[in-house]
């Protein structure tokens, strides 16, 4: 005769009163229950790592399946079925695979001989047994979850011997929990898009879409439906062909498996760290990718088999291939083409060429570590490798204006006949000038700025003060300019080299040294 088991009722007060601190005696005196009873379940429930919560709000056909009440018979009868739910759990998490799919596989192959909705039944008992409070069945290379941990490590400053905190970013893949941790100085967007980088290069693969939180570096404005994404975030997703979803602000369950896996690497990776030194972030990050690993290979509680078992088993040949590039964060500006036909990036006082035809339109300028495009009207019309000569000119002779009506206006010959009517030595000084730029073009508006000093001091001085820039060798506006603010053009310099000795008693002679 079957066992009789407890209301459903009476089990979630039982557990109630036990997480109050309720003694098991008085528990079974309250309950009229036997204390052998009162410990079977408490032991039960305890297993199932629940709250007292948790357990309160599980429906009552939910309560009976975690406990395995009324299961004997089942898992006599259907034993054979409960042996082939592991391969159905790793088949179902295959992009397109169905439950029914593979019941109708089974059944036409004569491996099962039970109708679908049963099947479906015993998988959501077998699955309770592996893994009571998992929510979430993921699809292998379907989504990646990152977030930063609340808490952070450190490295010790070499120069002040302080500590500097730095922050731990964490990504989980969805259907093997397989997982990389980097640590990095900040939250910022160069940060946080570096990490995801990081992430999808160690993965080898990049999943269909990537979960991030509401941070600030991932969407420039929170929205429940339509979010605003960062505009350097939706780059890197379009390099690496994946999509961006932000979870719904407040709602943490969105992505559980980031925040659950971030507790686990409190204890296997945090912990570990406690009381070594590191003086670097790549010394820290070493240590971290160590650990991690360890992580990696451990396997799952009540599961025969560790993340990095899963990855390589299931997910990893479901993950997108990576484009042959590593991505580079790109930094985004508008600007007004110079008449020079250049435009400036002012963070290193560079300039790039673009066709002369652009001149006085507004472009938007994109650059990355090692490269300059530059668009107008969503059309790129130049690109150049980046230049970090500051005050330097990267030029592409074939965007020069050579054949425009701007050279007809302002071309070397025109200023040296500029040059020419003023005095000699500006004549020289403006041929150096030319010269001194891969292109005339460059110097023309240095060219002009020089000569026009002239309608401020006259022919006479400005080719003076050309004549000593010429005998400073600094040949460049900006000392013209300032010999005529300071005068220097008035001063007369002794030509006269020879120098006498005069007569001192002190004087030995030549004689001294025959």
Same mark, same amino acid.
């Given at each position: &005769? ?161 500590? *500097? ?70 780059? &890197? ?111 290193? *006082? ?10 006085? *339109? ?16 969503? *059309? ?19 965007? &020069? ?114």
């Amino acid at each position: &005769m079957a066992n009789i088991h407890l209301d459903m009722r009476k089990i979630k007060q039982l557990y109630r009163l036990h997480t109050q601190g309720v003694s098991k005696r008085s528990i079974s005196k309250q309950l009229g229950i036997s204390r052998n009873t009162v410990r079977k379940y408490i032991e039960l429930l305890l297993k199932s790592k629940l709250t007292s919560e948790e357990v309160d709000k599980l429906g009552f056909e939910d309560l009976r399946i975690l406990l395995h009440i009324d299961e004997t018979h089942i898992t006599t009868r259907h034993e054979y079925v409960f042996k082939l739910y592991p391969e159905v759990s790793k088949r179902l998490k295959k992009v397109g695979v169905t439950r029914y799919m593979i019941w109708e596989d089974y059944y036409q192959n004569k491996k099962v001989f039970i109708s679908y909705s049963r099947f479906c039944h015993l998988y959501r008992v077998w699955s309770r047994t592996q893994n009571p409070v998992m929510r979430f069945n993921h699809k292998a290379g379907d989504k990646m979850f990152v977030d930063f941990t609340g808490k952070k490590l450190a490295i010790i400053d070499p120069a002040t011997g302080l500590l *500097k905190e730095m922050e731990v970013f964490i990504a989980v893949l969805g259907a093997s929990g397989y997982t990389y941790v980097e640590a990095c100085r900040s939250q910022k967007r160069e940060d946080f898009i570096g990490c995801i980088v990081g992430a999808l290069h160690f993965f080898g693969g990049v999943p269909r879409a990537i979960v991030t939180d509401n941070l600030k570096s991932a969407v420039t404005k929170s929205s429940k439906y339509e979010p605003i994404l960062n505009e350097s975030l939706l780059a &890197m997703a379009t390099h690496y062909d994946t999509t961006i979803l932000p979870t719904r602000t407040y709602r943490p369950r969105d992505k559980a498996l980031v925040e659950n896996a971030v507790k686990i690497i409190y204890t296997r990776v945090f912990a570990p760290l406690n009381g070594n030194d590191y003086y670097t972030l790549s010394a820290l990050n070493e240590a971290v990718l160590e650990l991690t690993g360890k992580h990696n290979k451990i396997n799952f509680q009540a599961r025969d088999c560790s993340r990095l078992d899963l990855f390589t088993s299931l997910e990893q040949e479901e993950l997108l291939p990576l484009p042959t590039d590593k991505y580079q964060l790109r930094a985004y500006l508008m600007g007004t083409v110079y008449k020079t036909s250049h435009i400036h990036i002012n963070k290193d *006082k560079h300039y790039y060429s673009v066709p002369y035809r652009y001149i006085g *339109k507004k472009v938007r300028i994109i650059y990355t570590k090692d490269t300059v495009e530059i668009y107008y009207k969503q *059309k790129r019309i130049a690109v150049h490798k980046r230049g970090l000569k500051r005050h330097g000119y990267t030029t592409d002779s074939e965007h &020069m204006p050579s054949t425009h009506r701007y050279v007809a206006d302002w071309n070397p010959d025109t200023f040296l006949n500029w040059a020419e009517g003023i005095g000699g030595h500006c004549k020289t000084f403006i041929t150096l000038l030319l010269g001194k730029r891969q292109h005339p073009e460059q110097s023309y508006k240095s060219c002009a700025g020089v000569l026009g000093l002239a309608k401020k001091v006259g022919n006479e001085r400005l080719d003076n003060a050309c004549k000593r820039a010429l005998d400073y060798e600094r040949i460049n506006y900006q000392s013209v300019k300032s010999i005529l603010e300071k005068g220097l053009d008035f001063i007369q310099e002794d030509t006269n080299t020879e120098s006498t000795i005069p007569k001192h008693g002190n004087i030995r002679g030549g004689d001294y040294y025959k």
